[in-house]
Structures are given as structure tokens and as C-alpha cells.
């Protein structure tokens, strides 16, 4: 990359609660959630290149990927094309892949918004958050969301955001026990499971961390029964965390197979995080702020 790159942070995004009302007719759930991103996640770095489209990927995950057509990185480069009517626009795009995939934490997704960020950014483009989040709503349900990559309440089947103004940063540790887990079969599963019909929740407000804390804790994930009886390690992280001195909120992220736990501040969730991290070295362990300021 030269000086020229623009760089784009693609943070992790975690559910700290997910309702799930009934199938309907066009194979998506209607979904109530709320949404945040942590200072942990993909970086995405776009160039000027003579013609084309070009994606290279590195970073510890990199290998969890499939083919670079498949990159949801350049389905985004290429909606976004298609959206300005520009097909000669041209790039050279790195993703460094630090997030697990199929993990319940929205990096295909996160990438995908990221790259919509950057080639807007380098291609001097005229579209808004808004635009952008309709462009990426059909590469995957957490586009939209993570075009904001701040807390908000997702609804609809994902397309719906609001940013939420008053949500307060928190401390948490991410723990992935390295199952891949893909989403279809966990929304199929809880499909068997008589889903209710979906409430709407309402705007959350929580000025400081200990009201949010409380609040989540009192919130659910509808996909965490099904997905434990799919994937047994997630209620053993869940468990691990639960017995955590200080943890105050232990749930599963998305679909899984990542789990988050809630901690009052920065070094009780290090603490924590080294010690869960010890006890179980096969899992992916990080300790993290959730924050508005990230992208
Ligand atoms: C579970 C969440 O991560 C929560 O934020 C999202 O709802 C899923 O987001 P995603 O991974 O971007 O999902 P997509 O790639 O759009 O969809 C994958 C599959 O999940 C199921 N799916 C997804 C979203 C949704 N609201 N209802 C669904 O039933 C569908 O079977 C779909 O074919
Ligand atoms: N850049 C990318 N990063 C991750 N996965 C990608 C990417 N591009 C395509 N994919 C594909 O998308 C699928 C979902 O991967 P992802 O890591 O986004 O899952 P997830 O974290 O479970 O998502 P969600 O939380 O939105 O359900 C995988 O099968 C993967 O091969």
C-alpha cells in the first residue's frame, strides 16, 4: 500500500440482545436488537489502482476465507460500483482478517461496510451512512449496521437501524471457542422451537455503564437454546464466564458461536480475560471496549 491508502477500521460487532420473531415468506426473521461494536476488529486499506478490482488478504483468519470472488470485500467494491453508475472505477484493496469467521461477530459483514466506507472516501462518491447501508443491505443483514459501527437498535431483518445517542462505552470480554457456526441452520433450528411473535423493545436509554449493564441483563439472545443444542462448547464459555469474579452479563453474540461477558470496568474485564484465557488456551479470548467513536 502507498501513502495514498485510505484506511478503514471494520469493528466486531456484538448483539447484547437479540429477539427473533416467526419465519416469513422471503426466508429472513424479523429481528429486534441491540447492537455494539468493540475497539477489536478487521482493518480494510483501499487504493488507486490502473483498472480493476483487486482484494489481497492477510491477518490471522485470512486462511478461514474462501476464494477472493466469494470476498464479501469486493461484493461490496462492486455494489457500490453498480450504485454510482461508475463501472470504471478502479481499486487495490488489503483486508487484514483479524476477526474469526462465522463467529456470531459480523466480520464478513463488517468488511463489506468498511469497504463501502473506503471506496466512497477514494472515489469521492455523494452518498450518505444512509445510502450505504441500503447498497450493503443486500450483501448480508449486519451491513446496515456496521456501515454505522456505533450502538443502535436493529430491526426488520437488519435493514432498520437507529443509532442510539446516550449509549455509554462498556467493558467486556469477547470469548470464541473456535467452532465455526453458519447462521442459516441456527434461525432453522430456533424455527422449531414455536417462535413468538416479535415484540418491539423499546428505545433503550441508559446514560452511564452501570443503568446499561443492568438493562442488558435483563435482555436475551432467542438463538442462544438452539444454537447451545447445535454447538455444547458455547454453554461451556458461557459457564466459564459466568464464573467470572465480576462478570455481570453473560450471553451469546448473534448466532455464535461467540459469547461476551459484562464487566464494570477496563481492568476487571483484563482480569477476567486472563484468567478465562488460561484456564481454556484453545479459545480465542479479548478483552474489549464497546464504544460509540470507533470508525
Ligand atoms: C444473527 C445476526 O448476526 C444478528 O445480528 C443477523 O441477523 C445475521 O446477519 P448475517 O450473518 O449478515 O445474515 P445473512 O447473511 O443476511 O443471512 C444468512 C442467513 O440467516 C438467516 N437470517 C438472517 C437474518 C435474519 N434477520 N433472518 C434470517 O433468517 C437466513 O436464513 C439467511 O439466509
Ligand atoms: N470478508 C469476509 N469475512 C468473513 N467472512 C466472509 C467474508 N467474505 C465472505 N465471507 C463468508 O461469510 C460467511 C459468514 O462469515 P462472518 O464471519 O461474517 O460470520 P458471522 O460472524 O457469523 O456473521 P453474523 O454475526 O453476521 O451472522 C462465511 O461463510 C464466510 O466464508
Known amino acids: 500500500m502507498t501513502g495514498q491508502a485510505i484506511r478503514e477500521f471494520a469493528p466486531a460487532k456484538v448483539n447484547l440482545s437479540l429477539n427473533v420473531g416467526p419465519l416469513q415468506a422471503d426466508g429472513y426473521h424479523p429481528v429486534d436488537s441491540l447492537v455494539v461494536f468493540a475497539d477489536w476488529g478487521d482493518v480494510i486499506f483501499a487504493e488507486p489502482a490502473p483498472e480493476g478490482l483487486h482484494l489481497s488478504v492477510s491477518g490471522a483468519h485470512a486462511a478461514a476465507l474462501e476464494s477472493e470472488a466469494e470476498n464479501l470485500v469486493l461484493k461490496a467494491a462492486y455494489a457500490l460500483r453498480a450504485a454510482a453508475g461508475r463501472p470504471e472505477l478502479s481499486a487495490r484493496i488489503v483486508l487484514e482478517k483479524a476477526l474469526p469467521v462465522a463467529a456470531g461477530l459480523g466480520g464478513g459483514s463488517a468488511d463489506a461496510a468498511a469497504t463501502l466506507r473506503a471506496l466512497c472516501h477514494l472515489w469521492e462518491l455523494d452518498f450518505g451512512a444512509r445510502q450505504l447501508a441500503e447498497i450493503g443491505s443486500v450483501l448480508g443483514s449486519d451491513v446496515p449496521a456496521c456501515v454505522y459501527s456505533r450502538p443502535l437498535l436493529m430491526r426488520g431483518r437488519g435493514e432498520r437501524v437507529s443509532p442510539l445517542l446516550a449509549w455509554p462505552d462498556l467493558h467486556g470480554v469477547v470469548v470464541n471457542p473456535g467452532v465455526p457456526v453458519a447462521t442459516g441452520p441456527v ?97 480465542l479470548v479479548q478483552p474489549v471496549k464497546f464504544a460509540s467513536a470507533l470508525v
Not at 432453522?188 to 418491539?200: H, I, N, R, S
Not at 459457564?239 to 453473560?250: M, N, Q, S, Y
Not at 477496563?266 to 484468567?275: G, I, K, M, N, S
Open 187 to 283: 434461525f432453522a433450528a430456533y424455527d422449531k422451537t414455536e417462535p413468538q411473535a416479535l415484540v418491539p423493545g423499546a428505545m433503550p436509554i441508559a446514560g452511564h455503564g452501570d443503568a446499561a449493564v443492568t438493562l442488558t441483563a435483563a435482555l436475551k439472545n432467542d438463538l442462544q437454546t438452539p444454537a447451545i443444542a447445535m454447538v455444547p462448547e458455547i454453554g461451556t464459555v458461557l459457564d466459564a464466564l459466568e464464573g467470572l469474579p465480576g462478570c455481570r452479563v453473560a450471553r451469546m453474540s448473534g448466532s455464535g458461536a461467540s459469547c461476551f461477558g459484562l464487566f464494570d470496568d477496563e481492568p476487571d474485564a483484563r482480569t477476567a480475560a486472563d484468567e478465562v484465557a488460561a484456564q481454556n488456551p484453545s479459545w
